[in-house]
């Protein structure tokens, strides 16, 4: 059997996440809102009206042009793109065609390593970048079909990738870190289940070491990463399988199903002469001159990739360490933030983080900037522990204190008395009470399973409500259970 390589390029096109529309005042995020309801005649193309471009959707391209690695065209054009669907009440879309807002760009994906097989990074090239209006959505129900015109202008990124991605599994991480750096800029929440990300895949096989292109099929309405890489593999599989039969690959537009985890032929695909492209007449030339360009510029951050490279080399984090405090920005600054005030080892604050804070932001929902326990908060809870003010238990049960109260760590500590207990005399007292409670576990211990000192710290602890300072504890019944 002939062994085949995949040839996939993405297509994915990104709700901005502006106030509103991208051609009227109309609001752009319109989600939770009843069908119908945030629509105006200017998007649902009443006749007469007049399109006004907005300002911060071509801002936020911009930004995520520059972070693409694109070059942008100071002069571009819109058009109109024309084709039926029940979904377009204009029966066009305003885009744009020859004349993008950017174009030859890149991203370097780092593809995590697989069973018997390293890591490496994937360099993905993205042939050009547009800002477009999106349609607005159709649901089936029974044999009746309803239209909703609300996401209709809704301001979209569309960006297209060269066909650099060889395995679904590539693509799955494209997409992973493309969310990832929407997030970061700010420009999109990216959330695929509400279609502020939506991806089409091209996909096409060929023999393994080949360097032309067979014909492609585009795989669309898929709303999760999982359901892509899930959809590319069966569609892999399948023109494996034609080939194999000595037929020739029809170039398909196909529809995934989720639920049944099948492919469906929707129609043949389309050709750019189907959409019978044109000047927007009644749109201007975007002209994007230096000083609206470098204004834009000046806000863009450290790229995530950037920032765990720098984390590695800077604070000699582990990469997983650094991968996972880069994951979102709020939670990277918040990183960065707390090192500052704690002054010590980075990595003792990443541990905090990683092994503490997270599961807080997860359970809570919220962002690292939003929690109540602050970068100087949590400094300040370590150096307590380092000092040994308060042993490692209350440090960890602090933690939580600060998040729900707000309040500094030192004024919960002495107010509820959580100091750490020293005091030799104190500790003895309470060691010789386990013991004496625990006559068959002392006589285990003393037979050589020596592994029950930590049970016996632990029931020390217990009693002492976790103040105990646990290395003298220990100490105390090592010195206890070696008399006869």
Same mark, same amino acid.
């Given at each position: 059997?002939?062994e085949y390589?995949a040839?996939?390029?993405?297509e994915?096109?990104?709700q ?5 529309k991208?051609f009227?005042?109309c609001?752009?995020d319109?989600?939770n ?6 629509i105006?005649?200017?998007c649902?193309?009443m006749?007469?009206v007049?399109?006004v471009?907005n300002?911060a ?16 065209r100071?002069?571009?054009y819109?058009?109109r793109k024309n @084709? ?7 029966g @066009?879309?305003?885009s744009?065609?020859d ?6 760009g ?9 069973a018997?097989?390293?890591a490496?990074?994937?360099?993905v090239?993205?042939q ?5 209006e999106?349609?607005?959505k159709t649901?089936n129900v029974?044999?009746?079909r309803?239209?909703?015109?609300n996401?209709?202008g809704?301001?979209l ?10 395995s679904?599994?590539?693509a ?8 990832q750096l ?8 990216a ?15 060929r023999?393994?070491g080949?360097?032309?292109?067979n ?9 999760s990463?999982e359901?892509?890489r899930d959809?590319?593999?069966k569609?892999?599989?399948?023109q ?5 039969a000595?037929?020739?690959i ?8 989720e639920?049944a985890s099948v492919?469906?032929?929707?129609r043949?695909?389309?050709t750019?002469?189907? @959409?019978r492209?044109?000047r927007?007449?009644d749109?201007l ?6 000083q ?14 950037e920032?765990?490279?720098r984390?590695?080399?800077q604070y000699?984090l582990p990469e @997983?360490?650094a991968d996972?405090?880069?994951?979102e ?14 002054g010590g080892?980075?990595k ?9 804070v997270l599961?807080?932001?997860n359970?809570?929902?919220k962002?690292a900037a939003?929690?109540?326990l ?10 307590l522990?380092?000092r040994?003010?308060i042993?490692?238990t209350?440090?960890?049960s602090?933690?939580q ?7 500094a ?6 107010r ?8 030799e ?12 409670a625990?006559p068959?576990?002392v006589e285990s211990?003393?037979a050589?399973k ?6 016996f ?6 009693q ?10 220990r100490?105390i ?6 008399q006869?």
């Open positions: 059997m002939t390589e040839v996939i390029g993405l994915t096109h990104i901005l996440n502006t106030t509103t991208i009227c005042s609001k752009a319109s989600w809102d009843p069908p119908n309801t945030n105006c005649p200017v649902t193309g006749p007469g007049l399109p471009l300002r959707a071509v801002e936020k391209g911009v930004l995520l042009a520059a972070a693409m690695h694109a070059e942008l100071p002069l571009s819109f058009d @084709y039926f669907y029940p979904d377009l009440p204009k @066009y879309q305003i744009k065609y004349q993008s807002l950017a174009f030859r890149w991203m370097d994906v780092p593809v995590p390593a697989a018997g097989k390293t490496y990074v994937r360099r090239n993205i050009k970048l547009h800002l477009e999106d349609a607005g649901k029974g044999n009746r309803w239209i909703d015109f996401r209709c809704v301001p990124i569309e960006m297209v990738t060269a066909p650099d991605l060889r679904a599994d590539e799955a991480q494209y997409l992973i870190r493309l969310r929407l997030r970061w800029l700010g420009v999109s929440e959330d695929m289940e509400k279609g502020h990300l939506r991806c089409d895949a091209n996909v096409s096989i023999p393994k080949a360097d032309y292109l014909p492609k099929t585009e795989i669309k309405n898929v709303n990463i359901a892509v959809a590319i593999e569609e892999i599989e399948r494996a399988r034609e080939m194999e000595g037929r020739r029809e170039a398909w537009t196909l529809e995934w199903d639920d492919l469906r032929k929707m043949s695909k389309e750019e002469a189907d @959409y492209y044109f927007e007449p749109l030339p975007l002209r994007l001159d230096e609206w360009k470098q204004s834009i510029l000046s806000r863009l951050p450290e790229l995530p990739l920032r765990r490279a984390f590695v080399e000699g @997983y360490d996972i405090l880069t994951g920005r709020s939670l990277s600054d918040y990183f960065e933030a707390a090192v500052k005030a704690f080892d980075p003792k604050v990443s541990n905090y983080l990683m092994n503490d599961r807080m932001i359970e809570s929902g962002s939003e929690l109540r602050t970068p100087a908060y949590l400094a300040q809870i370590i150096q522990a380092e040994g003010t042993n490692t209350t440090a960890k602090l933690l204190k600060v998040e729900e109260s707000g309040e760590p030192q004024v919960i500590v002495e509820e008395g959580l100091a750490k207990v020293s005091d005399g104190a500790i003895r007292v309470v060691c010789e009470q386990v013991l004496a625990n068959k576990e211990y003393r050589g020596t592994t029950l000192i930590g049970w710290v632990g029931q020390v602890m217990r002492m409500g976790g103040k105990a300072d646990p290395n003298l504890a100490r019944l090592e010195e206890l259970l070696h006869s």
